[in-house]
Antibody, heavy 121, light 107 residues
Framework: EVQLLESGGGLVQPGGSLRLSCAAS????????MTWVRQAPGKGLEWVSS????????YFADSVKGRFTISRDNSKNTLYLQMNSLRAEDTAVYYC??????????????WGQGTLVTVSS | EIVMTQSPVTLSVSPGERATLSCRAS??????LAWYQQKPGQAPRLLIY???TRATGIPARFSGSGSGTEFTLTISSLQSEDFAVYYC?????????FGGGTKVEIK
């Protein structure tokens, strides 16, 4: 059974930093691209960032480019999201998800339970 | 990027009735479309990918159809556990984008 467990969320001041982690189990972690998707309170889903299975390729939404970094440690089966220069609009539940490649792109077949990031003074 | 528009925003349906949810893409998504279900306080769950293929363990009352710019999710006979928010997502053109969601509520 695939399990994804996020951690690291919390309250941070504007301009601050936070690192999220996602511990994966139940599948061959290094074989799959992984992604972070966020959901602001009462709002819809927004893709944030993705990383290839090897970690050699990374992708970011324009809204976080230059501020967030995605990485992974395949020896620890763990995905990370380093968030710097945080803004109030980054307040959201952050989900990690496992990507499945199909035809032209990726959909997300397994999701973690999410971790809440609140950016406020 | 492709803009995904879902309608209606809220759908009121009685248990046992059929629900039809729509998702429109601003440009062709081919058949590279997924549907997700999200219940309050829970993570999204994959229902459909490839516009019409049910994910593992998804009941047959959920069906997806469409291609190009028009897609439909149909729930043939709503059960109590189906009242939730549903999102479509295109993955034909990077970046993958989600629709704003349709809330299916009890009538």
């Amino acid at each position: 059974e695939v399990q994804l467990l996020e951690s690291g969320g919390g309250l941070v001041q504007p301009g601050g930093s936070l690192r999220l982690s996602c511990a994966a189990s139940g599948f061959t972690f290094s074989s799959y691209a992984m992604t972070w998707v966020r959901q602001a309170p009462g709002k819809g889903l927004e893709w944030v960032s993705s990383i290839s299975g090897s970690g050699g390729s990374t992708y970011f939404a324009d809204s976080v480019k230059g501020r967030f970094t995605i990485s992974r440690d395949n020896s620890k089966n763990t995905l990370y999201l380093q968030m710097n220069s945080l803004r109030a609009e980054d307040t959201a539940v952050y989900y990690c998800a496992k990507e499945m490649y199909a035809a032209a792109g990726y959909y997300f077949d397994d999701w973690g339970q999410g971790t809440l990031v609140t950016v406020s003074s | 990027e492709i803009v995904m528009t879902q309608s209606p925003v809220t759908l009121s349906v009685s248990p046992g009735e059929r629900a039809t949810l729509s998702c429109r893409a601003s440009q062709s998504a081919s058949s590279n479309l997924a549907w997700y279900q999200q219940k309050p306080g829970q993570a999204p769950r994959l229902l459909i990918y490839g516009a019409s293929t049910r994910a593992t363990g998804i009941p047959a009352r959920f069906s997806g159809s469409g291609s190009g710019t028009e897609f439909t999710l149909t729930i043939s006979s709503l059960q109590s556990e189906d009242f939730a928010v549903y999102y479509c997502q295109q993955y034909n053109i990077w970046p993958q984008t989600f629709g704003g969601g349709t809330k299916v509520e009890i009538k």
